[in-house]
Nanobody, 124 residues
Framework: QVQLVESGGGLVQAGGSLRLSCAAS????????MGWFRQAPGKEREFVAT????????YYGDSVKGRFTISRDNAKNTVYLQMNSLKPEDTAVYFC?????????????????WGQGTQVTVTS
């Protein structure tokens, strides 16, 4: 069982930056594909970014491409999401997730473990 704990959310003005972290409890963290998703009130959970187990392959949703960067530190069992040039439409609860299979994973149903989420609010 992998436990994931997100942190780093908060309130920020449009154009600002935040860095989210997701710490995993499992020493085999390096074996998992990691992803970030977000969910705004009344909307479905949306894919944000994913990273391969080695960190060598990343993939982003169209709405965040060029503004967000996903990275991981396998020695620290942590995945990060650097968010720059934030917009009010980025406001959501952000979740990290771990998938035991695949290279990069964009579909929610293929993720095996989820964190509880961290709120990001961007004001105009």
């Amino acid at each position: 069982q992998v436990q994931l704990v997100e942190s780093g959310g908060g309130l920020v003005q449009a154009g600002g930056s935040l860095r989210l972290s997701c710490a995993a409890s499992e020493r085999t963290f390096r074996n998992y594909v990691m992803g970030w998703f977000r969910q705004a009130p009344g909307k479905e959970r949306e894919f944000v970014a994913t990273i391969s187990w080695s960190g060598g392959i990343t993939y982003y949703g169209d709405s965040v491409k060029g503004r967000f960067t996903i990275s991981r530190d396998n020695a620290k069992n942590t995945v990060y999401l650097q968010m720059n040039s934030l917009k009010p439409e980025d406001t959501a609860v952000y979740f990290c997730a771990a998938a035991a299979r695949g290279t990069i994973v964009v579909v929610t149903t293929r993720y095996d473990y989820w964190g509880q989420g961290t709120q990001v609010t961007v004001t105009s």
